[in-house]
């Protein structure tokens, strides 16, 4: 087992104080310490297992368990696993989530306003890629919504699920997280498609400093998520955002997307729809797609992979 | 729903005037330049990804941002609020009228969205039904499926975060679906209609009639 249990809400907010803080006060955020404070719930609470089915399922579990027991859970919640043996992606395509990894699930209760939550799914991706970038894989980049590639091929993933707890009625994100770390083998179905950091920087690396780094990035972009909320209402809110929101300006610097000729599809291994080139993203972050005879489309939910060049 | 329904008074209504009309409003506030006349046909979207546009109906300039809305059904323009032309209007303001002409299957459905229960989509996003509902449909057939307040539904997908949506309305069956999975759904757009099971007769005497009625009238 990893020493995971090294990971825990002490340690993130050490290292949110002497690390995070300090590269962002390197950037142009001003008020970084005060969006760190506004996401300082995300890891509040960090729970590790050697080993776990399915780290949502888990979450569920301990939703309902809590609520049951007359408590609730604490928002921010963090849970690891050093392996998950029925772990899955989307459309339950399987997931290889053996030790060497970091895989969880972060549950954070729905108090966002309706305009901000298209944001939520940008984060992860953004996190984890400013991660790999500071433990040198300066190539990682996103692929909408959120996959995580590195020489093309896929290094993390992640996924959003609803869910609404039974006693209480309270609606949850829970965001699922796999990033391949320190697994350097995968089997023969994704040998072309995944790749682990271990295997681009051909060094191990400490699963242990690589979590706190993405956690405490999760943090920053969660805290900027509530931190533009309440900029937002001071201006008098509305039914839509739109501006420019500084997560989707930072998720354009890191997304290798926009340009690329991609095949579009809801589930777009199974069902692939079309081919078209990325134009640009709206306000929102759906995806504007053109296609070969000028016209556009604008697509918010779905998937691409990017055609060959 | 009352058990009694005057068939003669809501033929008569979509006999004398099958058409649907759709009310355009500003999507946000800024200057409108209108771009078509009253009269003017319209075209609706199209394209199998609807990726074609319709017509250009109007141009709203915000910020030095012009935003043309085009039109999402045919019809003709039947009325135009001319006095907005090159003026600001706020969000919601109504600014023309489509007269959509009305098939023999979007009467049905008209005169059933007034029957049934409908369940609106709470989001802009993609739909399909959850897994428990889905499996009961293959086995069966929605019209078979029955439903009450509570259940999980139907699954929205908005930007990779799938969200489960949960019934709210009348128990009875799915009688109606208005969304296709993989294909985006308006906020506010139906997404189903259910219809109380004791009712069943009655919907079915409905679609008979409407059918019976158009296909002599045609």
Not at chain 1, 55 to 77: C, K, L, Y
Not at chain 1, 166 to 181: D, I, K, S, T
Not at chain 2, 73 to 90: I, K, Q, W
Request: a negative charge; hydrophobic letters at 40%.
């Amino acid at each position: 087992m990893d020493n995971l249990t090294l990971l825990s809400p002490f340690t993130l907010d050490d290292y949110v104080v002497t690390v995070e803080l300090p590269l962002r006060k390197q950037g142009c955020s001003p008020d970084s310490a005060m969006v760190l404070r506004y996401g300082a719930y995300v890891g509040s609470v960090v729970l590790v297992y050697p080993s776990l089915g399915r780290a949502m399922d888990t979450a569920r579990e301990h939703i309902s368990s809590r609520e049951e027991s007359g408590r609730s859970v604490a928002n921010g919640s963090v849970i690891l696993a050093s392996s998950l043996s029925l772990s899955k992606g989307r459309f339950c395509r399987s997931w290889y989530a053996p030790p060497g990894g970091l895989w969880g699930c972060l549950i954070l209760a729905d108090t966002f306003l309706a305009p901000f939550r298209n944001f939520l799914p940008l984060i992860p991706g953004i996190a984890c890629c400013e991660a790999l970038q500071q433990f040198g894989a300066s190539e990682a980049a996103i692929r909408w919504v959120n996959d995580v590639l590195i020489q093309g091929r896929k290094q993390a993933g992640f996924l959003i699920e609803g869910f609404r707890s039974p006693v209480y009625g309270e609606q949850y994100h829970l965001l699922g997280f796999g990033l391949n770390l320190n697994n350097s083998t995968f089997p023969a179905e994704l040998q072309e498609s995944a790749i682990s950091l271990t295997q681009v920087l051909g060094h191990p690396i400490d699963t242990v400093s690589f979590g706190l780094s993405f956690l405490a990035k999760m943090r920053y972009y969660i805290g900027l998520l509530l931190y533009e909320e309440e900029r937002w209402l001071a201006r008098g809110g509305g039914d839509t955002y739109e501006e420019e929101h500084p997560i989707l300006k930072r998720w354009k610097e890191l997304s290798d997307t926009l340009g690329k000729r991609v095949l579009f599809g809801y589930d777009v291994m199974e069902n692939p729809q079309y081919e078209a080139v990325v134009h640009g993203v709206t306000t929102d972050g759906g995806l504007i797609l053109q296609h070969d005879d000028g016209s556009t489309s604008v697509e918010n939910s779905g998937e691409v992979r990017y055609c060959r060049e | 729903m009352s058990d009694e329904i005057d068939f003669d008074e809501i033929l008569g209504k979509y006999h004398s005037d099958p058409y649907e009309y759709v009310d355009i409003f500003a999507s946000h506030t800024g200057k409108v330049r209108f771009l078509v006349e009253e009269g003017s046909s319209i075209e609706a979207v199209s394209g199998e990804w609807k990726h074609i546009p319709g017509t250009a109906l109007f141009e709203i300039t915000r910020e030095r941002n012009p935003k043309k809305v085009t039109a999402l059904t045919n019809g003709v323009v039947s009325s135009l609020c001319s006095e907005h032309e090159g003026c600001f209007v706020e969000a919601g303001e109504k600014l023309m009228t489509i007269r959509h002409p009305l098939k023999k299957k979007e009467i049905i459905e008209s005169i059933l969205k007034e029957v049934l229960f409908i369940f609106h989509a709470p989001e802009r996003a993609k739909y399909f039904f959850s897994l428990d509902v889905q499996s009961r449909i293959e086995k069966k057939s929605a019209r078979e499926v029955s439903i009450k307040p509570g259940d999980e539904i139907i699954i929205m997908s908005l930007m990779k975060r799938d969200t489960p949506v949960y019934y709210s309305g009348e128990k009875g069956v799915i009688h109606s679906v208005y969304f296709t999975p993989g294909v985006s759904v308006d906020q506010g757009a139906p997404l189903i209609g259910v219809c109380p099971v004791d009712k069943l007769p009655l919907i079915k005497k409905i679609i008979t009639r409407v059918k019976a009625d158009w296909d002599k009238k045609e």
